[in-house]
């Protein structure tokens, strides 16, 4: 079994930075897979950003290329997003997600086992 709580949300202009984090309990999570996807109102849940439990070459959703970076601690239990020149329309509710052990990473909600809450991210014009 594993938690999440994501925090680092909040209110920022166009083209600042944010970090999201992602605390997670279990035992599990250093050997799972980690994604960051997001949900604007109205709008389907979309991948942003994955990183295998590996750490090895992440992936990221074509609208957060060279703008969005991913990275993990397993020492703290935490992935971090850091997201650089923010737009409006990455105004959204970001989630963290997790698979089952050595679970694959992939784009679709279906492929992750547990989820946070979720932060909001609001990017003013």
């Not at 992602?22 to 991948?47: H, L, Y």
């Not at 959703?61 to 060279?66: N, T, Y």
């Not at 784009?107 to 990017?123: E, I, N, S």
């Amino acid at each position: 079994q594993v938690q999440l709580v994501e925090s680092g949300g909040g209110l920022v202009q166009a083209g600042g930075s944010l970090r999201l984090s992602c605390a997670a309990s279990g035992r599990a999570f250093s050997i799972s897979t980690v994604a960051w996807f997001r949900q604007a109102p109205g709008k389907e849940r979309d991948f942003v950003a994955g990183i295998r439990w590996s750490g090895s070459i992440p992936d990221y959703g074509d609208a957060v290329k060279g703008r969005f970076t991913i990275s993990r601690d397993n020492a703290k239990n935490t992935v971090y997003l850091q997201m650089n020149i923010l737009k409006a329309e990455d105004t959204a509710v970001y989630y963290c997600a997790v698979t089952s052990a050595f679970g694959p990473l992939r784009p679709d909600v279906g492929g992750y086992h547990y989820w946070g809450q979720g932060t909001q991210v609001t990017v003013s014009s």
